[in-house]
Nanobody, 125 residues
Framework: QLVESGGGSVQPGGSLRLSCVAS????????MAWFRRAPGKEREGVSC????????KYADSVKGRFTISRDNAKNTVYLEMNSLKPEDTAVYYC????????????????????WGQGTQVTVSS
Protein backbone atom coordinates (compact mmCIF):
# COMPACT_ATOMS: atom_id res chain seq x y z
CA GLN A 1 0.00 0.00 0.00
CA LEU A 2 1.17 3.50 -0.86
CA VAL A 3 -0.20 6.50 1.01
CA GLU A 4 0.40 10.05 -0.21
CA SER A 5 0.20 13.15 1.93
CA GLY A 6 1.19 16.79 1.82
CA GLY A 7 -1.25 18.10 -0.73
CA GLY A 8 -3.24 21.26 -0.20
CA SER A 9 -4.06 24.69 -1.53
CA VAL A 10 -1.37 27.27 -2.19
CA GLN A 11 -1.02 30.53 -4.04
CA PRO A 12 1.01 30.75 -7.25
CA GLY A 13 4.69 30.82 -6.45
CA GLY A 14 4.19 28.76 -3.32
CA SER A 15 5.67 25.42 -2.34
CA LEU A 16 4.46 22.04 -1.18
CA ARG A 17 6.20 18.82 -0.26
CA LEU A 18 4.42 15.60 -1.05
CA SER A 19 5.27 12.37 0.73
CA CYS A 20 4.47 8.79 -0.20
CA VAL A 21 4.93 6.09 2.40
CA ALA A 22 4.88 2.40 1.62
CA SER A 23 3.54 -0.16 4.03
CA UNK A 24 3.74 -3.91 3.77
CA UNK A 25 6.87 -4.02 1.63
CA UNK A 26 10.27 -2.37 1.33
CA UNK A 27 10.85 0.20 -1.39
CA UNK A 28 14.47 -0.75 -2.00
CA UNK A 29 13.64 -2.76 -5.13
CA UNK A 30 11.15 -0.30 -6.56
CA UNK A 31 11.53 2.53 -8.99
CA MET A 32 9.31 5.26 -7.63
CA ALA A 33 7.34 7.77 -9.64
CA TRP A 34 4.91 10.64 -9.27
CA PHE A 35 2.05 11.14 -11.69
CA ARG A 36 -0.72 13.69 -11.78
CA ARG A 37 -4.13 14.02 -13.34
CA ALA A 38 -5.66 17.42 -13.88
CA PRO A 39 -9.40 17.85 -14.47
CA GLY A 40 -10.28 16.90 -18.01
CA LYS A 41 -6.74 15.79 -18.84
CA GLU A 42 -4.88 12.52 -19.20
CA ARG A 43 -2.64 11.24 -16.45
CA GLU A 44 0.86 12.71 -16.78
CA GLY A 45 4.19 11.43 -15.55
CA VAL A 46 5.76 14.10 -13.37
CA SER A 47 8.96 12.53 -12.12
CA CYS A 48 10.62 9.22 -11.37
CA UNK A 49 13.68 8.06 -9.46
CA UNK A 50 15.69 4.90 -9.94
CA UNK A 51 16.08 2.11 -7.41
CA UNK A 52 19.78 2.85 -6.98
CA UNK A 53 22.08 5.59 -8.12
CA UNK A 54 19.68 8.45 -7.60
CA UNK A 55 18.93 8.85 -11.30
CA UNK A 56 15.88 11.00 -11.94
CA LYS A 57 13.59 12.09 -14.73
CA TYR A 58 11.26 15.09 -14.86
CA ALA A 59 8.51 16.19 -17.17
CA ASP A 60 9.55 19.30 -19.08
CA SER A 61 6.74 21.23 -17.42
CA VAL A 62 8.25 20.79 -13.94
CA LYS A 63 12.00 20.79 -14.60
CA GLY A 64 13.84 23.19 -12.34
CA ARG A 65 10.84 23.53 -10.01
CA PHE A 66 10.20 20.01 -8.68
CA THR A 67 12.62 17.63 -6.98
CA ILE A 68 12.05 13.95 -6.35
CA SER A 69 13.93 12.11 -3.63
CA ARG A 70 13.70 8.88 -1.70
CA ASP A 71 14.59 7.67 1.77
CA ASN A 72 14.58 3.89 1.76
CA ALA A 73 15.22 3.77 5.51
CA LYS A 74 11.87 5.53 5.96
CA ASN A 75 10.24 3.67 3.07
CA THR A 76 9.26 7.06 1.70
CA VAL A 77 9.53 9.03 -1.52
CA TYR A 78 9.12 12.78 -1.70
CA LEU A 79 8.22 15.38 -4.27
CA GLU A 80 9.36 18.89 -3.42
CA MET A 81 7.36 21.37 -5.48
CA ASN A 82 8.45 24.99 -5.71
CA SER A 83 7.31 27.97 -7.78
CA LEU A 84 3.93 26.35 -8.17
CA LYS A 85 1.70 27.47 -11.02
CA PRO A 86 -2.06 27.19 -11.49
CA GLU A 87 -1.42 24.57 -14.19
CA ASP A 88 0.14 22.33 -11.53
CA THR A 89 -3.33 21.87 -10.05
CA ALA A 90 -4.08 18.14 -10.12
CA VAL A 91 -4.42 15.00 -8.08
CA TYR A 92 -0.92 13.65 -7.53
CA TYR A 93 -0.29 9.92 -7.31
CA CYS A 94 2.81 7.97 -6.38
CA UNK A 95 3.59 4.65 -7.98
CA UNK A 96 6.07 1.83 -7.38
CA UNK A 97 7.52 -0.48 -10.02
CA UNK A 98 9.59 -3.50 -9.01
CA UNK A 99 12.83 -3.46 -11.02
CA UNK A 100 15.00 -5.38 -8.57
CA UNK A 101 17.67 -4.10 -6.18
CA UNK A 102 20.28 -2.98 -8.72
CA UNK A 103 18.34 -1.04 -11.33
CA UNK A 104 19.32 2.51 -12.18
CA UNK A 105 16.58 2.83 -14.80
CA UNK A 106 14.95 6.24 -14.68
CA UNK A 107 12.28 6.33 -17.37
CA UNK A 108 8.57 6.02 -16.72
CA UNK A 109 7.43 2.42 -16.82
CA UNK A 110 4.54 1.08 -18.88
CA UNK A 111 3.13 -0.54 -15.77
CA UNK A 112 3.56 -0.02 -12.04
CA UNK A 113 2.90 -2.58 -9.34
CA UNK A 114 1.43 -0.24 -6.75
CA TRP A 115 -0.43 3.05 -6.82
CA GLY A 116 -1.43 5.41 -4.07
CA GLN A 117 -4.88 6.90 -3.66
CA GLY A 118 -3.77 10.39 -4.61
CA THR A 119 -3.50 13.77 -2.92
CA GLN A 120 -5.05 16.97 -4.24
CA VAL A 121 -2.84 19.96 -5.06
CA THR A 122 -4.59 23.21 -5.88
CA VAL A 123 -2.69 26.31 -6.95
CA SER A 124 -4.87 29.39 -7.06
CA SER A 125 -4.87 33.01 -6.05
Amino acid sequence: QLVESGGGSVQPGGSLRLSCVASGYALDVYQMAWFRRAPGKEREGVSCISVVGGRTKYADSVKGRFTISRDNAKNTVYLEMNSLKPEDTAVYYCAAGNLGPYSNYAQFLREYDWWGQGTQVTVSS
